[in-house]
């Protein structure tokens, strides 16, 4: 990996200035920021922290953190988002006032639903009125700015001087890095950034404001629980949330093994547990492939690994039916539910509740369950995509990705983002980062920052950054990917085009047939057509490599064996591949399912 103070663009960057001993309030909040070991600050320019962008440049030399430049806020946060899924650890992004604020508050809830630590910067006009300039510092200035984001952000503060500014951003690490984490935001007063410092400001040492050790379960329940488990006679673990670690991947695999208990995982989440193991009992997705809700539905003891949607998914195997399994509930998630977002799901039937985050809890489990001799029903087998035989033949979702595994082999992948008509049998995942989840919010646009932040937390290594997006996610998130060509992070970018929003022609389908009338017109107000969008061309004016569209299945594995090569070489690119619209049943299923 290159260091993390290397600089990604390419250019001389500023040496520190050699100053006359004159400090400045944003002077000690820049010292502290490198301190925390944030390597980048992503950010669109601001007047309201002009204070600590020069203090960044021209105090620290643009080194560690390191700016990196945005075209809108939202993208900001998506990036540092993205970075987090892959590293655990937190970026910060900056967001200029309150309208900067309300630019970027759809990642941030993307980033709290998902709970991935970020720390957010904000700034404000003077709060002291008699200190703003006219107009543009009143209408930048909120009376309490942290009350736009205070719902869906762990912890907030409007520090009034230099020590409270310090204070705040040591405990925002803390927060944001305990379990469950989340985004934090830090409000700087323009006025307490630009004040001379006429005394010297010790600065704190952040060794002695670091998260706690993750929380474990009492040994009694963990016991307890291993009890169940290893007297049950159809033991299911459903990997949820948990961690990039490969320690924690092992311990997993174990744990299933010794109990020969069978594993379903989740596509909104990153990749939990192999999916190629035997004990891997049903394809991956966004809801339950039938397959795995009779495997649910069968099983006497379920352990959930901080499982996103228990409630909602133990219902798509019982139904209405009392769920008649024994439920282990792994979670510390509840400390992060305020009842103002419903990201909380349904309250779930638990029998046991291990108050732990995974790893911990599995590696008691590990210590106290026995053997199982019975072994796990056989897996049935899932056939995964296949290349046409025709090579002109429309291509679909499942062509692009029995393409994509041709091309790459066994090369080492992370898929940074996989679209909506993505079913688990379409890839294997055999690493932690083979695969690192969704949004978390389900904010359409989100797609192009989140795959920067992860290719940004990729460089340097050996693994190939790979999005899979849809044309509506790329569209509405697509000028993030003038900072990916300015700071010079490599990716490969697959945008699967089916020239529409089709999760919602799904919706009107199914209205229009509960009210008997024509599923002809689900498309009005969904396509992206007439004209169609020049998606490559979009691509190629930002600085990128862009290539398509591509119609055929031979044409996409030359333009992909192209890609991969420019991209192992430094190279941003991304491939235009026009699919036809379609989801997997399952997905459908969910989709479209009754409300009442």
């Given at each position: 990996?290159k260091?993390?103070?290397?600089?990604?663009?390419?250019?001389?960057?500023?040496?520190?200035?050699?100053?006359?001993?004159?400090?400045?309030?944003?002077?000690?909040?820049?010292?502290?920021?490198?301190?925390?070991?944030?390597?980048?600050?992503?950010?669109?320019?601001g007047?309201?922290?002009?204070?600590?962008?020069?203090?960044?440049?021209?105090?620290?030399?643009?080194?560690?953190?390191?700016m990196?430049?945005?075209?809108h806020?939202?993208?900001?946060?998506?990036?540092?988002?993205?970075?987090?899924?892959?590293?655990?650890?937190?970026?910060?992004?900056?967001?200029?006032?309150?309208?900067?604020?309300?630019?970027?508050?759809?990642?941030?809830?993307?980033a709290?639903?998902?709970?991935?630590?970020?720390?957010?910067?904000?700034?404000?006009?003077?709060?002291?009125?008699?200190?703003?300039?006219?107009?543009?510092?009143?209408?930048?200035?909120?009376?309490?700015?942290?009350?736009?984001?205070?719902?869906?952000?762990?912890?907030?503060?409007?520090?009034?001087?230099?020590?409270?500014?310090?204070?705040?951003l040591?405990?925002?690490?803390?927060?944001?890095?305990?379990?469950?984490?989340?985004?934090?935001?830090v409000?700087?007063?323009?006025?307490?950034?630009?004040?001379?410092?006429?005394?010297?400001?010790?600065?704190?040492?952040?060794?002695?404001?670091l998260?706690?050790?993750?929380?474990?379960?009492?040994?009694?329940?963990?016991?307890?629980?291993?009890?169940?488990?290893?007297?049950?006679?159809r033991?299911?673990?459903?990997?949820?949330?948990?961690?990039?670690?490969?320690?924690?991947?092992?311990?997993?695999?174990?744990?299933?093994q010794?109990?020969?208990?069978?594993?379903?995982?989740?596509?909104?989440?990153?990749?939990?547990?192999?999916?190629?193991?035997?004990?891997?009992?049903?394809?991956?997705?966004?809801?339950?492939?039938?397959?795995?809700?009779?495997v649910?539905?069968?099983?006497?003891?379920?352990?959930?690994?901080?499982?996103?949607?228990?409630?909602?998914?133990?219902?798509?195997?019982?139904?209405?039916?009392?769920?008649?399994?024994?439920?282990?509930?792994?979670?510390?998630?509840?400390?992060?539910?305020?009842?103002?977002?419903?990201?909380?799901?349904?309250?779930p039937?638990?029998?046991?509740?291990?108050?732990?985050?995974p790893?911990?809890?599995?590696?008691?489990?590990?210590?106290?369950?026995?053997?199982?001799?019975?072994?796990?029903?056989?897996?049935v087998?899932?056939?995964?995509?296949?290349?046409?035989?025709?090579?002109?033949?429309?291509?679909?979702?499942?062509?692009?990705?029995?393409?994509?595994?041709?091309?790459?082999?066994?090369?080492?992948?992370?898929l940074?983002?996989?679209?909506?008509?993505?079913?688990?049998?379409?890839?294997?995942?055999?690493?932690?980062?083979?695969?690192?989840?969704?949004?978390?919010?389900?904010g359409?646009?989100?797609?192009?920052?989140m795959?920067?932040?992860?290719?940004?937390?990729?460089?340097?290594?050996?693994?190939?950054?790979?999005?899979?997006?849809?044309?509506?996610?790329?569209?509405?998130?697509?000028?993030?990917?003038?900072?990916?060509?300015?700071a010079?992070?490599?990716?490969?970018?697959?945008?699967?085009?089916?020239?529409?929003?089709?999760?919602?022609?799904?919706?009107?389908?199914?209205?229009?047939?509960q009210?008997?009338?024509?599923?002809?017109?689900?498309?009005?107000?969904?396509?992206?057509?007439?004209?169609?969008?020049?998606?490559a061309?979009?691509?190629?004016?930002?600085?990128?490599?862009g290539?398509?569209?591509?119609?055929?299945?031979?044409?996409?594995?030359?333009v992909?064996?192209?890609?991969?090569?420019?991209?192992?070489?430094?190279?941003?690119?991304?491939?235009?591949?026009i699919?036809?619209?379609?989801?997997?049943?399952?997905?459908t299923?969910?989709?479209?399912?009754?409300?009442?």
């Open positions: 990996m260091s993390s103070t290397e600089s990604l663009v390419r250019r001389d960057e500023p040496q520190p200035w050699e100053h006359d001993g004159v400090a400045w309030g944003s002077d000690r909040i820049a010292d502290l920021l490198r301190e925390l070991d944030i390597p980048y600050l992503i950010l669109n320019p007047s309201s922290y002009r204070g600590l962008h020069d203090s960044l440049v021209n105090h620290l030399g643009n080194r560690q953190p390191q990196i430049v945005v075209l806020e939202e993208h900001a946060v998506a990036i540092a988002h993205g970075y987090a899924k892959v590293t655990g650890k937190p970026l910060g992004a900056a967001l200029h006032a309150n309208v900067g604020l309300m630019h970027g508050s759809m990642a941030i809830y993307d709290w639903v998902d709970r991935a630590p970020v720390i957010i910067l904000g700034a404000t006009g003077p709060v002291d009125a008699a200190k703003r300039r006219p107009w543009i510092d009143w209408i930048h200035t909120a009376q309490d700015q942290g009350a736009l984001v205070r719902h869906f952000v762990k912890w907030d503060a409007q520090p009034a001087s230099v020590p409270a500014a310090l204070e705040a040591l405990r925002a690490r803390q927060i944001a890095t305990t379990a469950p984490h989340g985004p934090v935001y409000c700087l007063d323009a006025a307490v950034q630009e004040a001379r410092c006429d005394e010297d400001i010790p600065l704190p040492d952040p060794a002695r404001y998260p706690p050790p993750p929380a474990r379960p009492a040994d009694e329940l963990a016991r307890q629980a291993a009890e169940w488990l290893s007297r049950a006679k033991p299911v673990i459903l990997a949820g949330r948990v961690s990039r670690s490969e320690e924690g991947w092992a311990a997993r695999v174990r744990l299933a010794t109990l020969q208990a069978q594993v379903l995982t989740d596509l909104k989440v990153g990749a939990a547990f192999p999916t190629d193991h035997p004990l891997h009992a049903a394809p991956s997705g966004m809801f339950l492939h039938p397959e795995a809700q009779k649910l539905r069968e099983a006497d003891v379920v352990l959930s690994l901080d499982w996103l949607d228990l409630a909602g998914t133990l219902k798509q195997a019982w139904g209405a039916d009392p769920v008649g399994s024994r439920v282990i509930q792994v979670s510390v998630d509840h400390y992060s539910h305020n009842g103002w977002s419903m990201d909380h799901q349904g309250l039937p638990v029998d046991l509740f291990l108050l732990s985050e790893e911990p809890a599995v590696a008691l489990l590990n210590e106290h369950v026995t053997p199982r001799r019975e072994p796990a029903p056989a897996k087998p899932v056939p995964g995509p296949a290349i046409p035989g025709d090579p002109a033949a429309p291509m679909t979702v499942p062509t692009v990705a029995a393409v994509l595994r041709k091309v790459l082999g066994d090369a080492p992948t992370c940074t983002r996989l679209p909506l008509s993505w079913s688990g049998e379409f890839w294997d995942f055999r690493h932690p980062l083979d695969f690192v989840g969704y949004d978390g919010g389900g359409v646009g989100s797609g192009p920052g795959a920067i932040g992860s290719a940004l937390a990729l460089k340097g290594g050996d693994r190939l950054p790979v999005a899979l997006i849809g044309d509506g996610d790329y569209m509405m998130g697509v000028n993030a990917l003038w900072t990916a060509a300015h010079g992070i490599p990716m490969l970018m697959i945008v699967c085009n089916n020239h529409s929003f089709f999760n919602d022609e799904i919706h009107q389908e199914r209205v229009a047939r009210r008997g009338r024509p599923v002809e017109n689900r498309w009005v107000g969904q396509r992206i057509d007439e004209p169609a969008p020049d998606l061309a979009i691509a190629r004016a930002q600085g990128l490599t290539i398509g569209p591509v119609r055929r299945a031979d044409e996409l594995e030359r992909l064996a192209e890609a991969v090569a420019a991209v192992r070489q430094g190279g941003i690119v991304v491939v235009d591949a699919v036809q619209p379609g989801y997997n049943p399952a997905m299923a969910g989709l479209t399912r009754s409300s009442h």
